[in-house]
Nanobody, 115 residues
Framework: QVQLVESGGGLVQAGGSLRLSCVASRSISGLGDMGWYRQATGKQREFVAGVTSSDTTNYADSVKGRFTISRDTAKNTVYLQMNSLKPEDTAVYYC?????????WGQGTQVTVSS
């Protein structure tokens, strides 16, 4: 089973930036479309951003214009650049397949945005 390991989270002030990374234990070329998801305390996990194997991207309305998803197949890594962070972006962030059967979820990385 493929393992996904997220990192790069932390505590940041509103307006700040973070770059999240998700490293897969095998080539992401064979995993298809990949995405980032987040889960705030007491809420359901939600889609944040997705990138296809041809690098077409899609974003939740709440993050459009602020977040950028990208992938580096040579490094088996998917990134999420987050700018202009808001307190409502506070959540645990996960990566996984997008528009396909999900893999086992990793532990995620905590992002906390202070006002």
């Amino acid at each position: 089973q493929v393992q996904l390991v997220e990192s790069g989270g932390g505590l940041v002030q509103a307006g700040g930036s973070l770059r999240l990374s998700c490293v897969a234990s095998r080539s992401i070329s064979g995993l298809g479309d990949m995405g980032w998801y987040r889960q705030a305390t007491g809420k359901q996990r939600e889609f944040v951003a997705g990138v296809t194997s041809s690098d077409t991207t899609n974003y939740a309305d709440s993050v459009k214009g602020r977040f950028t998803i990208s992938r580096d197949t040579a490094k088996n890594t998917v990134y999420l650049q987050m700018n202009s962070l808001k307190p409502e972006d506070t959540a645990v962030y996960y990566c996984n397949r997008w528009r396909n059967l999900r893999l086992n979820w990793g532990q995620g990385t905590q992002v906390t945005v202070s006002s």
